[in-house]
């Protein structure tokens, strides 16, 4: 999960309701905030499960030979055992790419949309922040 991100120039844009509720924590997001997030989220998951994610390209753009954006719909299903926090979670996002220093393309900049009230990846990132 981590080489999906920059080294050192990840940015990440909540979605306004969740950059609201959780401004402290997304006010310093880098891809170490990324990587502590996934890992809180994937240690409350049940023996049995696996989080499941479904992505839809809406549109992708090649900038230049060094940068491209993709435009996705998004649906993530993480069955956790933390109470009061849904396990479903959707909207939109746009993915940022550039290559780097060994022509792999990462993720540099990622923008979340809420399609859904409170339901965002932004949201399952505040949550598992902590």
């Known amino acids: 999960y981590e ?6 120039t990840l940015v990440f844009v909540p979605t306004q309701s969740a950059g609201a509720r959780y401004g402290a924590v997304f006010s310093s997001w880098n891809k170490t905030s990324e990587s502590e997030y996934f890992r809180n989220a994937m240690s409350v998951l049940g023996t049995a499960s696996a989080p499941q994610i479904s992505l839809t390209t809406i549109s992708s ?70």
Request: charged residues 20%; proline residues 3%.
């Open 61 to 130: 753009v090649l900038y230049q030979s060094d940068s491209a954006l993709f435009t996705i719909d998004y649906s993530v299903f993480v069955p956790h055992t933390r109470a009061n926090v849904t396990t479903q979670f959707s909207g939109r996002s746009e993915f940022y790419f550039s290559p780097n220093k060994n022509s792999i393309w990462t993720i540099y900049r990622w923008l979340d949309f809420e399609t859904k009230k409170d339901s965002s990846w932004s949201e399952l990132k505040g949550q598992f922040a902590k």
């Open 3 to 8: 080489k999906l991100f920059a080294d050192s």
